[in-house]
């Protein structure tokens, strides 16, 4: 008789190569590891070699970069999408992808199971089991670090014992996830929010003290709300990105320091860098502010902030999160010109913009010659504006009722 299969979305660190023989072990299930390729600096092959080595039957790396960046970055962009106005959702808009793909591997692979290395303490355990369910809930999700009770030294032990490669022993005091979207940092002196992240706990950006001391200018442009050439060339999404992360890295831009509310309930001081998305981000709404008119504005806000939230909860894949993002889709139109972005010691400052379906017109903003604004109109506008106010200011304060007295009913 076959062994069950059981798909795991494996990173090559400690928690998912002990979770291998665990699996093996523990459901006798056959493992096929699947990794997924969206921007970690990592060597791939050599990941994929070691989960063979860990016990996989097999081993699968995917190229989605592109994928990454055109079906899930790009709609998070263009609805300005930051989880309470701050984090730029860099984990948690990778984790729906690789659950696709996990996904796509276990029907291909005829498996049961799909399996994950994330606690039962964060986010990402309910953003893999909830994008699984979303696709096919006919798949059970196993996710060991939950059923285990191993601490990081057991799980040392555990995998010289089954024979996992382990490359050292010494424990990093940080806990890192990397994806083109940005960098988090966690864990270690971190988990003291009174204290400032110590400089080690940063790669992709020089510390704003060091960084140059002339400021750097990048434009990007746009084309109906899609980032398509960074001073002035072109390049697919998945590699603007990348430029825009080293330009702004160079120059301190995209470090956060957030006190973040997890889903499960827990307050988590969390570090993340994310220079691209920063810029970004800050060059998309400054055009949209340029071509958007008000009341539109004003709604997209409340979608953005409702999508942001949907992303960090793990409903990527629902019936709400497709509604919104056609509604986001529809706001893109006219989304289109160029942004000039200021890097300067840490920060990332819009300093001009242009679009050929601007709505600010110089000849009726201008308070030089040239004005074409009506201003005898104005008095009329106000009247009829501020009517509602006035019917209400004239009919004056009601007098105050006497209070009613109570019975005291203790007697």
């Not at 979305?9 to 493992?31: C, F, H, M, Q």
């Not at 939950?146 to 010494?170: C, F, L, N």
């Not at 697919?236 to 956060?256: F, T, Y």
């Not at 009247?383 to 509602?388: D, E, I, M, R």
Request: proline share 6%; hydrophobic share 40%; aromatic share 8%.
């Amino acid at each position: 008789m076959s062994k069950p299969k059981v798909v795991l979305a494996y990173s090559g660190g400690l928690d998912t190569s002990v979770a291998i023989p665990w699996l093996r072990e523990n459901k006798r299930a056959d493992v096929i590891a699947v990794t997924v390729d969206v921007g970690q600096p990592v060597d791939l092959e050599r990941v994929r070699q070691k989960a063979l080595a860990s016990g996989a039957v097999r081993a699968y790396v995917a190229d989605a970069r592109q994928e990454f960046a055109e079906e899930f970055l790009l709609p998070a962009l263009q609805a300005n999408a930051l989880y309470e106005g701050v984090y730029p959702l860099s984990t948690a808009l990778a984790r729906p992808l690789i659950a696709r793909h996990l996904v796509d591997v276990a029907r291909q692979e005829h498996a049961v199971f799909v399996a994950h290395g994330c606690t039962g303490k964060g986010n990402d355990q309910v953003r893999f089991d909830l994008s699984t369910t979303g696709l096919a809930p006919e798949l059970e999700v196993i996710a060991p670090a939950r059923e285990w009770s191993m601490t990081r030294e057991d799980e040392i032990v555990y995998a010289q014992q089954h024979g996992v490669p382990v490359e050292a022993t010494k424990s990093s005091p940080y806990s890192v996830d990397e994806n083109l979207w940005g960098r988090s940092v966690e864990c270690g002196i971190l988990e003291d929010p009174a204290v400032e992240p110590p400089e080690e706990a940063f790669a992709w950006t020089t510390s704003p003290q060091e960084a140059p001391f002339e400021p750097e200018y990048v434009r990007v442009t746009f084309d109906q709300g899609i980032p398509t050439a960074l001073n002035d060339r072109r390049a697919p999404l998945h590699e603007l990105i990348d430029q825009v992360n080293r330009a702004a890295g160079a120059h301190g831009v995209g470090r956060i320091d957030h006190l973040e509310s997890r889903v499960v309930g827990i307050k988590s001081r969390e570090v993340y860098e994310c220079p691209a998305a920063t810029v970004l981000l800050a060059a998309h709404q400054a055009l949209e502010a340029l071509v958007l008119p008000r009341d539109l504005l004003d709604f997209k806000r409340t979608v953005e902030q409702r999508y942001a939230q949907m992303v960090f909860d793990g409903l990527w894949f629902t019936p709400l999160k497709s509604a919104l993002d056609a509604f986001v889709r529809s706001t893109q139109e006219r989304v289109t010109g160029e942004v000039a972005v200021k890097l300067y010691k840490g920060s990332a400052r819009v300093t001009g913009r242009h679009s050929p379906y601007a709505l600010y017109q110089a000849q009726l903003a201008t308070y030089s010659s040239g004005d074409r604004y009506r201003r005898q109109m104005a008095e009329g506008f106000i009247y009829v504006w501020g009517l509602p106010a006035r019917t209400w200011a004239a009919l004056g304060v009601p007098p105050r009722r006497a209070a009613t007295p109570t019975t005291d009913r203790t007697a």
